[in-house]
């Protein structure tokens, strides 16, 4: 397990050692959040590398990712805990057998060797002191009642449950959460938290991205890849390409064997950047080609 950083500009090689290219404010948020203990609330659109950093933060720092995915409708029991009712019917039956139920009843049936740890229950017991990383991922998939629920958590690293009593972190969790905004967050939640709006990056840091995840690429396609994006987050789609879909765009050109960028290949492999049948037919009616030709070149 490595030692938090002591800088920002180590907090920026640390991400930089995990291929994860951060600006100086993003690392600034994310050393403030490690220094001071506190959670991360990354908002921005899809696709941007918000979830990408509590993943980087986990490799390099040798923690454990604890990832609770929202969704509507997620409650207590599939994010916090829930009693092993089917464990505790077996005990009442056995105790009951071996004429022991008393001591069962006086031991209880709601101990811990019954409960069930879930994604945030776990991510607050560490065991030998190696704290992990929990990434609650699009929070504003969930609704307000789980925020509420999470209040506790956020402000005081800790649980409680009225069969058991109040479960605290001996050590604070790393805490990331994402949200790309498709409903507004609590602002008691974001209270509780450190806050950064991870954008687009420009051309030369997303060259920079693709140079060091898609290095097959080549100079050549990576530029044309990149000033063609850039182009396309200037139309009004629904739903801007991300830097997730740059990655997965570069790559299935280089699974075709393209070394630079043409009209026609941009056309044809245009579902791994766009998600939208409205956006396509945008794009086709701006004209590919034209898009392509139009798109400055990012210098090398």
């Not at 209040?151 to 790309?180: H, K, Y």
């Not at 507004?184 to 995840?213: F, G």
């Not at 850039?230 to 789609?237: G, I, M, S």
């Amino acid at each position: 397990m490595s030692a938090i950083p002591e800088s920002v500009d180590d907090t920026e090689a640390l991400l930089a050692a995990g291929h994860y290219l951060a600006d100086r404010e993003l690392a600034t948020a994310v050393f403030l959040a490690l220094r001071l203990r506190r959670p991360l609330l990354l908002e921005g659109e899809a696709g941007v590398g918000k979830t990408e950093i509590a993943k980087v933060l986990a490799a390099t720092l040798g923690r454990e990712l604890i990832r609770l995915q929202c969704y509507e409708g997620l409650d207590i029991a599939d994010a916090v805990y829930e009693w092993n009712h089917a464990r505790q019917m077996l005990a009442v039956r056995l105790a009951e057998a071996a004429g022991t139920g008393h001591e069962l009843a006086e031991s209880g049936l709601y101990a811990e060797r019954f409960l069930q740890r879930r994604p945030v229950l776990r991510a607050l017991h560490s065991v030998g002191g190696e704290t992990p990383v929990l990434l609650i991922d699009e929070l504003d998939r969930t609704d307000a009642p789980f925020e509420a629920f999470l209040l506790e958590v956020l402000s005081d690293f800790q649980v409680t449950i009225p069969e058991l009593g109040t479960v605290r972190a001996a050590e604070p969790p790393i805490v990331i959460l994402t949200s790309n905004r498709t409903r507004e967050i609590h602002d008691a939640l974001k209270r509780r938290c450190l806050y950064h709006w991870v954008d687009y990056p420009d051309a030369a840091r997303e060259l920079a991205i693709l140079e060091r995840k898609v290095p097959e690429a080549g100079a050549a396609l990576s530029r044309a890849v990149v000033a063609f994006v850039q182009r396309l987050r200037q139309l009004d789609l629904y739903r801007l390409p991300g830097v997730a879909e740059t990655l997965d765009w570069a790559r299935a050109l280089v699974a075709l064997g393209c070394t630079t960028l043409d009209a026609q290949t941009a056309a044809v492999t245009l579902g791994a950047l766009i998600k939208s049948q409205d956006d396509l037919g945008l794009v086709r009616a701006a004209g590919v080609d034209a898009m392509l030709a139009g798109a400055a070149a990012v210098p090398a």
